[in-house]
């Protein structure tokens, strides 16, 4: 079983809509969560990260963060054409302190 | 403040032949990463470099060395290229590392490709 895993989708979603990208992971230990975006051809950016269970809110993004039931997700309201990326999911491990990536969920968001 | 910077853009090698990746951060940044990645597979890390003067294996680093020659710069080396190594690598830095609770930057990759 991969440490982190995603649905490569594409998840295609209308002009406007919300969008929601999940993430599971198995590492129990694991302290700290991290989304990251990447347009086609370009370098990963990040977009949010989160610690603790519950929600954290930046703008049009929401991570949502379960850690008894093991996963991560990040919602993105008013989904707009630019949206359209690839985003990654990582998780830092406590235990070697390096992150680890999931292989990313596509999105693609149609006028 | 440029960031990473990774060069060279673009690299065509021929089985077997050598080559060196190199990066630099001006962020002052204690711990520098290298991954590469491929189509659906993410992001793997190959070398990282916690702090200057260290560097550790990471889930994918045979083929591969790394120099950690100062704080700004983080090389990698492929010493005999194999077509299995074609793909963009991506490095890295974060403030304090270990990716805990760091935010990584990223530079803008170097794809490689090996014939």
């Known amino acids: 079983q991969k440490e982190v895993e995603q649905n490569s989708g594409p998840l295609s979603v209308p002009e406007g809509a919300i969008a929601s990208l999940n993430c599971t992971y198995s590492?129990?230990?694991?302290?700290?969560f991290f989304w990251y975006r990447q347009y086609s051809g370009k370098s990963p950016e990040l977009i949010m990260s989160?610690?603790?269970?519950g929600d954290k809110e930046d703008g049009r993004f929401t991570a949502q963060l379960n850690k008894a039931s093991q996963y991560v997700s990040l919602l993105i309201r008013d989904s707009q054409p630019s949206d359209s990326a690839t985003y990654l999911c990582?998780?830092?491990?406590?235990?070697?302190?390096?992150?680890?990536f999931g292989q990313g969920t596509t999105l693609q968001v149609k006028p | 403040n440029a960031g990473v910077t990774q060069t060279p853009k673009f690299q065509v090698l021929k089985t077997g032949q050598s080559m060196t990746l190199q990066c630099a951060q001006d962020?002052?940044?204690?711990?520098m990463y290298w991954y590469r990645q491929d189509p659906g597979m993410g992001l793997r890390l190959i070398y990282y470099?916690?702090?200057?003067?260290?560097?550790d294996k990471g889930e994918v680093p045979n083929g591969y060395n790394v120099s950690r020659l100062n704080k700004r710069e983080f090389s990698l080396r492929l010493e005999s290229a194999a077509p299995s190594q074609t793909s963009v690598y991506f490095c890295?830095?974060?403030?304090?590392?270990?990716?805990?609770?760091?935010?990584?930057?990223f530079g803008p990759g170097t794809r490689l490709t090996v014939l």
């Open positions: 470099s916690a702090s200057e003067g260290t560097t």
């Open positions: 990582a998780l830092g491990s406590s235990n070697t302190g390096k992150l680890i």
């Open positions: 890295a830095s974060s403030e304090v590392g270990g990716g805990g609770t760091d935010t990584q930057y």
């Open positions: 989160i610690y603790s269970n």
């Open positions: 590492d129990r230990v694991s302290q700290s």
């Open positions: 962020m002052n940044h204690n711990s």
